[in-house]
């Protein structure tokens, strides 16, 4: 076979081929260390979180987010020498992320994800939007179901309370009956309201 030179396809592929490697392997390391830099601002939230603890916790961010910041240049260095050259990130990229599953730069290791129109941010902002209506949909299909039988509950059980109160009545015991009455009272209060926020529900248009 002939030696390759600096211009041979197979020597380019595999030149290329590398320099994606070394980006995949700083990717990973920035995604570890930010991942771990989330879970310790996490664990500040947390409760009985112990003084001991969350003093310990701020040392840690610190010595974090100076290993984000080296491993974050490596990233940079290495992200133009991929082809098609891969976004540079800055700190303050990696510090507007709130929650673990706003960390989504993973999808530049792989060219195959990274080129689809839906990992653009626009795209999935929509799509997460959209998603968020249809579960509003399947929820508000859900309350009519659930409202139905609300409905029922509140019609039916003063006549189970009625019953038990003529058992307990026939039994003789007096002290049980006017509790029990007491309380039949009080939940008709709470029904009549129940009921009246159900009624204003049923006024509303399209329901």
């Known amino acids: 076979t002939d030696p390759w030179t600096p211009d041979h396809p197979e020597h380019l592929w595999y030149q290329a081929m590398a320099h994606c490697c070394e980006y995949n392997k700083a990717l990973d390391c920035l995604e570890f260390l930010v991942v771990q830099w989330l879970f310790e601002i996490e664990k500040l939230n947390i409760a009985r979180t112990g003084y001991a603890m969350c003093t310990a916790i701020p040392c840690a961010l610190q010595t974090c987010s100076q290993a984000?910041?080296?491993?974050?240049?490596?990233?940079?260095?290495?992200?133009?020498?991929?082809?098609?050259?891969?976004?540079?990130?800055?700190?303050?990229?990696i510090l507007n992320l709130a929650f673990v599953a706003d960390f989504a730069i993973l999808h530049f290791s792989c060219q195959d994800i990274w080129s689809k129109h839906w990992v653009q941010p626009p795209v999935w902002v929509l799509i997460s939007k959209w998603l968020l209506i249809q579960c509003t949909h399947a929820e508000v299909r859900q309350l009519n179901v659930?409202?139905?039988?609300?409905?029922?509950?509140?019609?039916?059980?003063?006549?189970?309370?009625?019953?038990?109160?003529?058992?307990?009545?026939g039994s003789g015991d007096h002290n049980l009956e006017a509790e029990l009455t007491f309380c039949l009272d009080n939940w008709k209060k709470v029904h009549a309201r129940v009921y009246s926020r159900l009624q204003e529900l049923f006024q509303i248009p399209g329901y």
């Not at 992200?79 to 700190?91: D, F, K």
């Not at 029922?152 to 019953?163: A, D, F, L, M, S």
Request: proline residues 6%; hydrophobic residues 45%; charged residues 25%.
């Open 68 to 93: 984000i910041r080296t491993a974050l240049q490596w990233h940079n260095k290495l992200a133009w020498q991929v082809y098609p050259p891969r976004l540079e990130l800055t700190m303050e990229d």
């Open 146 to 169: 659930e409202i139905c039988r609300v409905l029922n509950w509140i019609e039916e059980e003063p006549q189970c309370w009625k019953k038990a109160i003529n058992i307990v009545a």
